[in-house]
């Protein structure tokens, strides 16, 4: 092959990966950090918490379960979790959620409203899909920790 016509087919081959990492930036699985601020960081969790205890709050099926609960202490843990979770500089540092949840008697069905609820709220925050089907990604495999007992919808 001539010296020139190599070169040329180097260049495009750079070109080409190029485009592809940047397709991949644009498109692609976004990594943990990304996420965060998708979240709208710190101050976008600390608001969407806000709105999703709201939320749990005036939701009729489970809003019992909350009440005698510490609200401020639980807004600060969830907002902890949730910007660990999502790959941001926080460090939940409250019991795990076997503990946390022990005789409770929460059932699947108050597990699907409370993640309703946090669906809702990313809903109102805009909070892009990819962002919001991480979370719930991360969510989701606590429910056996959560759930201990069965309602009428088991
Ligand atoms: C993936 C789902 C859930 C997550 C990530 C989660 C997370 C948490 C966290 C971080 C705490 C605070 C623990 C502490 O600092 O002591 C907590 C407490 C609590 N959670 Fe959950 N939870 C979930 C599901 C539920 C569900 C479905 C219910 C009931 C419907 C529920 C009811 C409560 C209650 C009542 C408290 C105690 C609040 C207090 O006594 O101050 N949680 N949860």
């Not at 790959?87 to 699947?108: E, F, L, S, V």
Request: glycine letters at 10%.
């Amino acid at each position: 092959m001539n010296s020139k016509l190599s070169a040329s087919l180097r260049k495009s081959a750079i070109i080409g990966v190029s485009v592809g990492a940047l397709t991949f930036g644009a498109w692609g699985t976004a990594n943990a950090s990304d996420y965060y601020q998708q979240f709208g960081g710190k101050a976008g969790i600390t608001a969407l918490i806000n709105t999703f205890v709201g939320n749990v709050a005036n939701d009729p099926h489970i809003n019992y379960y909350f009440a005698h609960a510490n609200i401020p202490a639980l807004k600060f843990a969830l907002v902890n979790q949730v910007c660990m979770a999502v790959g941001g500089p926080c460090k939940y540092t409250g019991p795990n959620m076997t503990d946390a949840h022990r005789g409770m008697q929460i059932t699947t069905a108050a597990f699907n409203y409370l993640s309703q609820d946090m669906i809702n709220a990313m809903d109102a925050h805009r909070i892009p899909i990819g962002a919001q089907n991480y979370l719930l990604s991360l969510l989701a495999p606590m429910e056996p920790q959560i759930v201990t007992a069965t309602g009428p919808l088991g």
